[in-house]
């Protein structure tokens, strides 16, 4: 029989395992697991929004209806605001960074030593047709001394991650999570409303035989990017080929289903998107966490996405990450365009 454990005891237990641990992290986890079963609920509800009569702005009950990725953002931004474990706050829904005083002034034990980034709801264009969707979360120590937070404290390298995770909301809402030691996925049981165990050690497969990537943008790619797709396309059976193509749109969705049968997910920087697309301290970062922690491995096209220094919130970056050998091999093509 599966293991049985919950998502609560399981941080507790990995808590457990660092004698110096205080808790305040396994508190902070906690509540961002809460934040995401309510997130849960409400994207599971808002195709009813418009069968049940509710207008887009308030509900049968009256109620202000939010647009789902502001209402994922102020639940997260409440939910940190209220732990008192976090001294900054940064959003893929803010401009700035959201400095938060310290709670516990009087007790030298709880200080608000963290800092998170969240994508809150990646992928939330997809939500009118039914396409899972995504929360992903990056958590940090703190670098300054004490007090609101700083942008010192927001912009630190991937490599400086404590946690990092994502829920995707699809047929059935997983919550995926490192603090350090290995991957863990939990299934949310509605009934019990509870995250339970479903995926312990995740180890994404070292080689693989799926591609994800958004091939409408093919003129704009580097001639070592399209010589990369076409050799996965030539057939050969000794290495797997063809791939299989396979591209939701939802980068949790694709780097989750490609987390647990391998593959690579590329969205490179191209002749319109200079930087690539995709942003580094609240998707790439978090993500590369998770698939190094899983074996696998995540890059730029030429160097791990956790060495790169930040310099912007906001700041956007190619990203190649998936199975070890997969992205090894990309590298070796885009180094012709060196
Ligand atoms: P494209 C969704 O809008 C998103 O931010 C990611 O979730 C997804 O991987 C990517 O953009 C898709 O981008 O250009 O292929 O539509």
Redesign the pocket.
Known sequence: MKKFNTIYRHIVEEERKFPEATGQLSDLLADIALACKMISLEVNRAGLIDILGMTGDTNIQGEEVKKLDVYANELLTNMMKQGGHICAICSEEEENFIPIEDKYTDNKYVTNKYICHFDPL??S??IDVNVSIGTIFSVYKRVSDHGPGEMMDCLQKGDAQVAAGYAIYGSSTVLVYTSGRGVHAFTLDPTAGEFLLSNENIKIPKKSKIYSV?E??YNKWSNGMKNYIAHLKEPDEDSGRPFSSR?I????A?FHRNLLYGGIFL?PADSKNQSG??RLMY?ANPLSMIVEQAGGRSSDGSKRILEIEPTALHQRTPLFIGSEDDVILLEKYLSEDK
């Open positions: 990646d992928g264009s997809n958004n409408g943008n591209y749109g939802s980068l949790v694709d969205y697309k995709l998707e």
